[in-house]
């Protein structure tokens, strides 16, 4: 009885540090995808609410940035990801970057067991972004709007992120593909 229990809480304590661990130590992910001619630069989410910057709450959202094969045209977008499912109607994402609003345009939705709003961030907002010293993000459905001010440290990881998205997808280098 006594190995039980000990082993269980040897799990336990293993599955806490994990979950520390996991929060805030991933790394920008390049994903080649030679079948849809395109590359992807994925940033690691944001978490908005979290407590102690442990335990992400919802919501989350993170910057992927594409890159044409063929035409080598860039193409950053902010995704938006609500931990739990929305029964409303999602009508999209905007920024209020140091009191301007920028609507951004919703470029898909996906729906399942969470819901997942992927928008376009173009030039000029990506640009504001990192010139900013204030961010408020605001997520509109049917029925509501919710907004949530970046603190500090969430700022500063998005602007490092859009940084350091902007150089990797300008540096990769064009794909062969082999047909």
């Not at 690691?44 to 609410?49: A, G, N």
């Not at 193409?75 to 140091?98: A, C, K, M, Q, W």
Request: proline share 5%.
């Amino acid at each position: 009885m006594y190995v039980l229990k000990s082993k269980l809480f040897i799990l336990f304590v293993l599955g806490f540090f994990l979950t520390i661990n996991c929060g805030k130590s991933q790394t920008l992910v390049i994903v080649p995808e030679p079948v849809v001619d395109q590359v992807s630069v994925v940033s690691p989410e944001i978490c908005l609410d979290s407590f102690l910057w442990i335990f992400p709450s919802n919501p989350c959202f993170w910057i992927r940035a594409e890159k044409d094969n063929t035409t080598s045209k860039t193409r950053t977008s902010l995704v938006y990801n609500l931990s739990s499912f929305d029964v409303e109607f999602p009508l999209g994402l905007s920024l209020e970057i140091d009191g301007t609003y920028h609507n951004l345009l919703k470029m898909g939705t996906e729906y399942g067991s969470q819901l997942q709003l992927l928008s376009d961030l173009p030039e000029p907002t990506a640009t504001a972004i990192s010139k900013s010293k204030k961010v408020s993000l605001s997520y509109t459905n049917r029925k509501e709007t919710r907004n949530y001010e970046l603190s500090s440290g969430e700022l500063s990881d998005l602007q490092s992120y859009l940084a350091k998205i902007n150089s990797l997808i300008k540096a990769e280098p064009k794909l062969k593909i082999q047909k």
